[in-house]
């Protein structure tokens, strides 16, 4: 079982930066692959970036490539996403989530959700 908590929402100005985290529990979190979905007001969640459970694979949605960058600290069991360049296109609750099976751009093929943290960008 494998729980995991976000943090590091807030407001920020067009252009600025924030680090989301996500913290795990359990002893399994070096074992699961972490993604971060987003989901706006009105629109479909939407896969963000997803980093694989040895941290030597990541991937990103072509709309946040080359802005955020997606790492791991397996033995702090926390996965980070560094978001540079904000736009106000990026405002939405952004959901970390977990599996053990694959990475994936498909939010049904991972098991373990968090609450979300809300990341507003306006100026």
């Known amino acids: 079982q494998v729980q995991v908590v976000e943090s590091g929402g807030g407001w920020v100005q067009p252009g600025g930066s924030l680090r989301l985290s996500c913290a795990a529990s359990?002893?399994?979190?070096?074992?699961?692959?972490i993604a971060w979905f987003r989901q706006a007001p009105g629109k479909e969640r939407e896969f963000v970036s997803a980093?694989?459970?040895?941290?030597?694979?990541?991937d990103y949605a072509d709309s946040v490539k080359g802005r955020f960058t997606i790492s791991r600290d397996n033995a702090g069991n926390t996965v980070y996403l560094q978001m540079n360049s904000l736009k106000p296109d990026d405002t939405a609750v952004y959901y970390c989530v977990a599996n053990r099976l694959h990475m994936s751009h498909y939010s049904g093929m991972y098991d373990y959700w968090g609450q979300g943290t809300q990341v507003t960008v306006s100026s």
């Open positions: 359990g002893r399994a979190f070096s074992s699961v692959n």
């Open positions: 980093i694989s459970w040895s941290g030597g694979r990541t």
